[in-house]
């Protein structure tokens, strides 16, 4: 792993591109998160930096990764990488890495037991919407009472992260759980 210093900590949370992306990198170095879950990889860009920013700031402990994304299954496989090649880029990047493929529901009912204690939940790109709407319901067995959920809006033309509050989640994960059983 390549030296991540003070100043490549303050680049991210002060002047990296896109800008949007900031709060993420914010919020690891003020709650220092030990397992990290991001559903859409996309490029790996901001998987790589989230990594290497935990590992940074919380280097007695090894950081967990898990990636979800659709990796070959998209319809445009320009749009991202593969499993293979994102597997190749993450895995230097300071941390336990685990890359699960598919849409948000059908890799969190396969894997939302094993992500439990989950201290960061970063759900970014364009994931399919009707997936995710029914993958809430498997969020709440991920979490703890100090998690942080921060997700992605790309609606309104320029993307903004915002922190999902509790009550939130709660209510996402209510509103989906007919038409989903518990893994």
């Not at 969190?108 to 994931?127: E, F």
Request: net charge positive; aromatic share 6%; charged share 25%.
């Amino acid at each position: 792993m390549s030296r991540f210093t003070f100043f490549k900590s303050a680049y991210l949370t002060l002047l990296s591109k896109p800008a949007h992306e900031r709060l993420v990198y914010r919020l690891i170095r003020t709650h220092r998160p030990t397992s990290i879950v991001e559903i859409g990889v996309g490029n790996a860009v901001r998987s790589q930096r989230m990594l290497q920013l935990a590992a940074h700031c919380s280097p007695s402990e090894k950081v967990r990764f898990t990636g979800i994304d659709l990796f070959e299954g998209r319809d445009d496989p320009g749009s991202g990488l593969s499993l293979k090649e994102a597997h190749r880029l993450l895995k230097p990047s300071g941390g336990r890495v685990h890359l699960v493929p598919g849409d948000p529901l059908s890799a969190l009912s396969r894997s939302a037991n094993l992500l439990q204690d989950t201290d960061l939940l970063v759900i970014g790109g364009d994931p399919d919407e009707r997936s995710l709407e029914q993958a809430w319901f498997y969020v709440p067995r991920m979490l703890h009472d100090k998690s942080l959920v921060v997700l992605e809006d790309r609606s309104r033309g320029e993307p903004t992260l915002r922190v999902v509050p509790a009550e939130t989640i709660d209510q996402f994960a209510g509103s989906n759980a007919s038409g989903c059983r518990a893994a």
